[in-house]
């Protein structure tokens, strides 16, 4: 089982490049989310999606884009990657009615030149 | 505005020491708060609270919320450098049980 897996663990861009961060979870989980993760800032949503064909904006989702086919896959892209997308990027997965909250991926470091 | 504030920012101990960080929200239509360890990379989950005055433990960590008084706590009690990470608390948005809004996190570091 090995749960949220998020590929790659780290990428350097320069600015104006687009990427996408790849999420996939093989719980079955109904609901995936995307964070940023900011010395200061704490964990902020991007982008989250309760299930297949469904997502919505987060807190901070300009720049990003993010699409759910599948249930176990949710990419999170980088249209025109700017200095201010320079973070730790998480992945998280859960299920209705789950009592531990959030399984995260180990973390995408985006450093944007 | 729904809000969840830690203190401290940062914290730094020896081994041994008993340590108690803070977790205050301010967030309509509380249902939960969660406690997270983060070391290298990903959160692990510690706790979730829904019920005031009912402690969660587990091992030498535990945490307690107040509903009345919109705060909980994390207590390390003999602390070991491998508490050392950040400790992150969360509350679920109003608008959505599974988005979360988290704090800025407690940098724990236990020195030897």
């Known amino acids: 089982n090995a749960g949220v897996t998020q590929t790659p663990k780290f990428q350097v861009l320069k600015t104006g490049q687009s990427m996408t961060l790849q999420c996939a979870q093989d719980m079955n989980h109904e609901y995936m989310s995307w964070y940023r993760q900011d010395p200061g800032m704490g964990l902020r949503l991007i982008h989250y999606?309760?299930?297949?064909?469904?997502?919505d904006q987060g807190e901070v989702p300009n720049g990003y884009n993010v699409s759910r086919s599948t249930t176990e896959d949710f990419p999170l892209r980088l249209l025109s990657a700017a200095p201010s997308q320079t973070s730790v990027y998480f992945c998280?997965?859960?299920?209705?009615?789950?009592?531990?909250?959030?399984?995260f991926g180990s973390g995408t470091r985006l450093t944007v030149v | 505005e729904d809000k969840v504030v830690q203190s401290p920012l940062s914290l730094v101990v020896h081994e041994g020491d008993t340590v108690t960080l803070n977790c205050s929200y301010e967030?309509?239509?509380?249902?939960?708060l969660l406690w997270y360890k983060q070391e290298k990379k990903a959160p692990t989950f510690l706790f979730m609270l829904t019920s005031s005055g009912i402690e969660k433990k587990s091992g030498r960590l535990s945490s307690i919320l107040d509903k009345k008084e919109l705060f909980s706590i994390l207590n390390i009690t003999a602390t070991q450098t491998g508490d050392s990470a950040i400790y992150l608390c969360?509350?679920?948005?109003?608008?959505?049980?599974?988005?979360?809004?988290f704090g800025t996190g407690t940098r724990l570091k236990v020195l030897a």
């Open positions: 998280a997965s859960s299920t209705v009615g789950r009592s531990s909250g959030y399984t």
């Open positions: 967030v309509t239509n509380f249902r939960s």
């Open positions: 969360a509350v679920p948005q109003p608008s959505g049980t599974y988005k979360y809004i």
């Open positions: 999606s309760v299930g297949a064909g469904i997502t």
